[in-house]
């Protein structure tokens, strides 16, 4: 299931009244799908070696209490392009607007690839610059959220 993060499938908000609509419809998506449970937060990154740099990377400001490197697979094994990607995750009680300043990176593509999941890994949430992708544990549960938020689906006739 695919949301649109703003009206008109505008990609990137550029006024605070904007970022609001962006964080609002995160959050909403967000609560239903979560209220009340622990959820994983799920961020990488990128580098050219099979362990992750010994800092801290730079989505892991953004991790309520900090991030644990989790694990890192090669995504690029090409030796002129070779690439390992690090996942790092927290754990957190999910509220509505506990990672908005991580969500608001999002919207600005200043981080990418984010997933957040309950903690039995069944429903996935991936927000992304100009929206979010939920996979759900269930056709009857995707359904039901479509429904209730149409207004922020795309006019594709595949959903994208």
């Not at 967000?30 to 990154?45: C, K, Q, S």
């Given at each position: 299931?695919?949301?649109?993060?703003?009206?008109?499938?505008?990609?990137?908000?550029?006024?605070?009244?904007?970022?609001?609509?962006?964080?609002?419809?995160?959050?909403?998506?967000?609560?239903?799908?979560?209220?009340?449970?622990?959820?994983?937060?799920?961020?990488?990154?990128?580098?050219?070696?099979?362990?992750?740099?010994?800092?801290?990377?730079p989505a892991a400001r953004w991790h309520p209490g900090g991030a644990e490197?989790?694990?890192?697979?090669?995504?690029?094994?090409?030796?002129?392009?070779?690439?390992?990607?690090?996942?790092?995750?927290?754990?957190?009680?999910?509220?509505?607007?506990?990672?908005?300043?991580?969500?608001?990176?999002?919207?600005?593509?200043?981080?990418?690839?984010?997933?957040?999941?309950?903690?039995?890994?069944?429903?996935?949430?991936?927000?992304?610059?100009?929206?979010?992708?939920a996979i759900l544990t269930s056709t009857e549960e995707r359904d039901r959220l479509r429904?209730?938020?149409?207004?922020?689906?795309?006019?594709?006739?595949?959903?994208?």
């Amino acid at each position: 299931m695919r949301f649109h993060s703003l009206p008109g499938s505008k990609r990137y908000p550029d006024t605070e009244d904007e970022y609001a609509v962006v964080l609002d419809r995160y959050n909403t998506v967000l609560d239903e799908l979560f209220g009340g449970e622990v959820v994983y937060v799920i961020t990488v990154d990128w580098s050219d070696t099979p362990l992750p740099a010994s800092q801290p990377h730079p989505a892991a400001r953004w991790h309520p209490g900090g991030a644990e490197y989790w694990t890192t697979f090669c995504t690029e094994p090409d030796p002129e392009y070779l690439t390992y990607t690090h996942l790092f995750v927290s754990q957190i009680p999910w509220e509505r607007g506990c990672l908005d300043e991580l969500l608001r990176a999002v919207a600005d593509d200043l981080t990418a690839n984010v997933l957040l999941t309950d903690t039995g890994l069944q429903r996935l949430y991936h927000p992304y610059d100009g929206g979010a992708d939920a996979i759900l544990t269930s056709t009857e549960e995707r359904d039901r959220l479509r429904s209730r938020h149409a207004a922020w689906l795309s006019s594709h006739p595949q959903g994208l």
